[in-house]
Nanobody, 119 residues
Framework: QVQLVESGGGSVQAGGSLRLSCAAS????????LGWFRQAPGKEREGVAQ????????YYADFVKGRFTISQDNAKNTVYLQMNSLKPEDTAMYYC????????????WGQGTQVTVSS
């Protein structure tokens, strides 16, 4: 059973930072890759970043390159999303998800954690 539990969201001012965490289990039966996507009210889902939990290879959406970093701690079965230089347009619900590697096709996801960036 795939379980993905996010934490670490909150409210920050523009230019600030947040680190999201995702405690993951059971995902290896569906994919080697875990990632994050976000969705703001009235907007489509956007893939943000993903990591291959075997190779540690990473992939980012263009709009977060240089600002966000995805990483993993295999001992803790946890994936992180370090978000720096946050912008108001980064405001959204962020979801940790199992993803088909090298795509933005998400198969399982958690409950999400809210990120709000004020100007």
């Amino acid at each position: 059973q795939v379980q993905l539990v996010e934490s670490g969201g909150g409210s920050v001012q523009a230019g600030g930072s947040l680190r999201l965490s995702c405690a993951a289990s059971g995902y290896s039966s569906v994919s080697n890759c875990l990632g994050w996507f976000r969705q703001a009210p009235g907007k489509e889902r956007e893939g943000v970043a993903q990591i291959n939990t075997r190779s540690s290879g990473t992939y980012y959406a263009d709009f977060v390159k240089g600002r966000f970093t995805i990483s993993q701690d295999n001992a803790k079965n946890t994936v992180y999303l370090q978000m720096n230089s946050l912008k108001p347009e980064d405001t959204a619900m962020y979801y940790c998800a199992a993803v088909i590697c090298a795509s933005w096709k998400f198969t399982y996801w958690g409950q999400g954690t809210q990120v709000t960036v004020s100007s």
